[in-house]
């Protein structure tokens, strides 16, 4: 019996996802991030989880350097937290993260994240990640309206659209 195999003869198509170019020129925030060799898990690249931290560190000097964001008045909590991982990163690799406030809402906004890494003099992107970021009043254990200093600033920085 003589089976015919046409798939064989298909041209193979690359996954549409993986052709997704990001662009990093629509960030007006950028910061070096210092990688530990304790980042790094049995398989010699960074953790997964790691990953998170290092969108922790650059968003807290986000907030530090472009917002001024006055921590002892205003709380700010994590509601949901996302990541899409693209290449590894490993030790000794120069990494980087951009971040940028994509939206404001009443008590919450967006971050979102591009972490990279430099090979060859050209930036590879690593993953990609979101937050929302909800404003929290910590006495009262609620949310709260973004104050309109820190709303304002967000909307400077980034240059978005008043509602």
């Known amino acids: 019996m003589i089976f015919k195999t046409f798939w064989r003869k298909k041209e193979k198509t690359k996954d549409k996802k993986s052709e997704i170019e990001i ?50 008045k205003t709380g700010v909590v994590i509601g949901k937290a996302g990541i899409n991982y693209m290449k590894p990163i490993h030790l000794g690799d120069k990494v980087s993260i951009y971040v940028r406030t994509s939206r404001i809402g009443n008590t919450s906004f967006d971050l979102e994240y591009v972490i990279v890494k430099t090979y060859n003099g050209k930036e590879v992107v690593c993953s ?7 404003v929290y009043d910590y006495s009262t254990k609620s949310p709260i309206a973004i104050p309109q200093r820190e709303r ?6 980034e240059q978005l659209e008043r509602n």
Request: charged share 30%; aromatic share 18%; proline share 0%.
């Open 128 to 134: 990609k990640g979101k937050t929302v970021c909800v």
């Open 23 to 72: 662009k990093t020129d629509v960030f007006k925030y950028r910061t070096d991030i210092e990688m530990r060799f304790t980042d790094l898990d049995m398989m010699g690249h960074v953790n997964n989880a790691m990953y998170f931290t290092y969108m922790e560190m650059a968003r807290t000097k986000y907030w530090q350097q472009t917002i001024q964001w006055d921590w002892k």
């Open 152 to 157: 304002e600033k967000m909307i400077e920085f």
